[in-house]
């Protein structure tokens, strides 16, 4: 058996995506900039999807960029925020995706931008006290704060941080919402926010293409110039499959809303509720209550006497795909940015599961028996 619990690093495409990218691949091939037919027919299913995503977020056509994805569009944000919004300050925390962390880094080295982080308690939750303090002082400002955690799926009270941000004229507010746009809905006018960023592959569609969802009357230097593409804010033939794609991808996260949500909660509930009769000294990284967590996401610490370092590796042997923190920095020798900030971590091994509407109870039943067996030494 294979189960896929990885969700958090990417998800499956669903056919209904290819079947709407198809046409695009096969038939019309326009470059959405020429004026012939054939350029019209792709420049207008981009418009479509634009309008369709920002009708989602109860957004305007014109502020939603098209980016290669999520990296880009937190880009976008903290670099506009810094170069066209004049900010002096980035406000955020050390376990922020590492598209918000290493360029607020390099706007520090660029610009000389004061990055300010916030503490975070033992379960990753930033704390608001010290933002409504540091916001007191007259700096333009962006906070940068995730919507919810891709590692440890602790989530942002993200309308409570907007109305802090919104008291203050020099102050702007950026969520990185890669890991609950689609799972979550947004309305970005009653948030009162100026950015959010999405990432198609997180939600069934293809790679390399997300959007950045940006207040209308901000003026923008693009990061990439050449055309007049995007409205001028990022130039290059528009990624026509990927914008396809995304749109699907939407339309599919957004139709049975209520139900996925509840689906994989639920699915997320009984893996948590199975492992804990495991060992007692089994625990769960980051917030674990329904309403603060994401329900995609489920950051088990293993003691290492019970679940030894090769535990990932076991999983992997019976077919089960789950990560040992972020997909950006698994693999990696230096760990996880995130878990280094929270607390007793020593002698314990975390995994990382994450769901998607795509996962089954009996891929769940699975799981639990290979940890179990694998808990027993079997
Ligand atoms: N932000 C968060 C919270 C993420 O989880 C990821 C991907 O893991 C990204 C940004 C980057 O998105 P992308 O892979 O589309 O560049």
Redesign the pocket.
């Not at 290669?68 to 937190?74: I, L």
């Not at 922020?96 to 918000?100: D, L, Q, R, Y």
């Given at each position: 058996m294979k189960v896929y619990l990885d969700n958090?690093?990417?998800t499956p495409i669903a056919k209904e995506v290819i079947t709407e990218i198809e046409p695009y691949l096969s038939t019309y091939f326009g470059n959405p900039s020429s004026t012939h037919a054939f350029g019209r027919k792709t420049k207008n299913a981009i418009e479509i999807n634009r309008k369709k995503i920002a009708d989602f977020i109860n957004a305007k056509s014109n502020e939603i960029i098209f980016t290669?994805?999520?990296?880009?569009?937190?880009n976008i944000a903290l670099r506009c925020a810094v170069i066209d919004l004049k900010v002096e300050r980035i406000i955020t925390t050390k376990i922020?995706?590492?598209?918000?962390g290493h360029t607020a880094q390099d706007l520090l080295k660029s610009n000389g931008t004061e990055i300010v982080f916030l503490s975070t308690d033992e379960l990753g939750n930033p704390s608001i006290e010290e933002l409504n303090e540091l916001l007191k002082s007259s700096k333009r400002t962006l906070v940068s704060l995730?919507h919810?955690?891709?590692e440890i799926g602790t989530m942002l009270p993200i309308s409570e941080t907007a109305d802090i941000c919104n008291q203050y004229d020099h102050v702007f507010f950026h969520s990185?919402t890669?890991?609950t746009m689609g799972h979550y809905s947004f309305d970005v006018k009653e948030l009162g926010i100026d950015f959010l960023?999405c990432?198609?592959?997180?939600i069934h569609g293809p790679?390399?293409i997300?959007f950045l969802y940006v207040k209308k009357d901000f003026k923008i230097s693009p990061l990439i110039t050449g055309g007049s593409q995007e409205r001028s804010h990022r130039g290059g033939t528009e990624n026509i499959y990927g914008i396809i794609g995304l749109g699907k991808a939407m339309d599919l996260a957004y139709a049975n809303l209520e139900n996925h949500q509840e689906y994989v909660q639920g699915l997320k509930l009984k893996m948590m509720k199975e492992i804990q009769l495991m060992d007692k000294r089994i625990s769960f990284n980051g917030e674990t209550d329904p309403d603060k967590s994401l329900y995609t996401v489920l950051n088990v610490s293993f003691p290492e006497d019970i679940c030894n370092s090769m535990l990932l590796f076991s999983l992997d042997i019976h077919g089960i795909a789950a990560s040992g923190g972020?997909?950006?920095s698994s693999g990696s020798s230096i760990g996880s940015h995130v878990l280094a900030e929270l607390p007793n971590q020593e002698n314990k091994q975390a995994v990382r599961f994450s769901f998607s509407r795509f996962t089954t109870n009996e891929e769940i039943e699975y799981t639990l028996e290979k940890i179990r067996a694998i808990i027993k030494n079997e």
């Open positions: 958090a690093a990417t290669s994805g999520g990296t880009e569009a937190d922020e995706h590492h598209a918000v995730m919810a955690n891709n990185d890669v890991q960023t990432s198609a592959h997180k790679k390399g997300g972020s997909a950006c």
